[in-house]
């Protein structure tokens, strides 16, 4: 079955340093997204991402963040200067369609832990 | 707005069963049901489109009140499989992409 992979797992970094998560949609998805989950809290929309460019994006979507699809394959998500409260669980999740019966499929999220 | 979801937690013995219930203040054009076991990715229960509209996964179903903005979904004669984190994912009008917002979720745990 198709499934959507994240690299890193895990990846520990220190403060102010940038960060790159990255992430494999599903070949013929069309929408890519990013969430992102603090520890116990729920799972939080970030940005959507559609034809090369930000569809949508949420006020924890600031200037520090910034979203590419660099090849046919691969999206990533970078953080500029990370700070402690960027640590959370980030899935990055892929979807057909952008509306109507179609789901998101999500990967199995990078731990980022800034310290 | 963050939909609300009901109860926070549920503690069931096997084969008994749940009803979790996800509100929102806004007009909602879907609800997707997601289940989250601990350390692990969001897996998609399935999505209600029209008011109205239920659906069934095995022995866990779901139905949509659209006038209502409220979503409920329903664990029959529950396995110890079921238990994790549930949350539902709304999609508003005027929203843009499949931007789902999730629910505060609900912790289930089946215990034999």
């Known amino acids: 079955e198709p499934e959507v992979t994240q690299t890193p797992s895990h990846q520990v970094t220190q403060m102010g340093q940038e960060v790159i998560l990255r992430c494999v949609p599903i070949?013929?998805?069309?929408?890519f997204y990013w969430y992102r989950q603090i520890l116990g809290q729920k799972v939080e929309f970030l940005v959507s991402f559609y034809n090369n460019e930000i569809s949508e994006k949420s006020e924890i979507f600031d200037d520090q963040f910034s979203v590419e699809r660099p090849d046919g394959s691969n999206f990533t998500l970078k953080i500029r200067s990370t700070k402690l409260e960027d640590s959370a669980m980030y899935f990055c999740a892929s979807s057909f369609l952008d509306r109507g019966n179609t789901e998101a499929f999500f990967g199995q999220g990078t731990r980022l832990t800034v310290v | 707005q963050q939909p609300v979801q009901s109860p926070q937690a549920v503690i069931l013995r096997e084969g008994e069963d749940a009803v979790i219930n996800c509100s929102s203040s806004k007009a909602l054009y879907s609800v997707h049901w997601y289940r989250q076991k601990h350390g692990e990715a969001p897996v998609f229960l399935m999505i209600l489109l029209k008011g109205g509209e239920q659906k069934g996964h095995e022995k866990i179903s779901a139905s949509f009140n659209e006038k209502k903005q409220q979503s409920s979904l329903y664990l029959t004669a529950s396995q110890l499989s079921y238990s994790g984190t549930y949350f539902c994912g709304t999609e508003v009008y005027g929203g843009a992409t499949n931007k789902l917002i999730f629910g505060t979720g609900t912790l289930l745990a089946v215990q034999p």
């Open positions: 070949s013929n998805h069309l929408y």
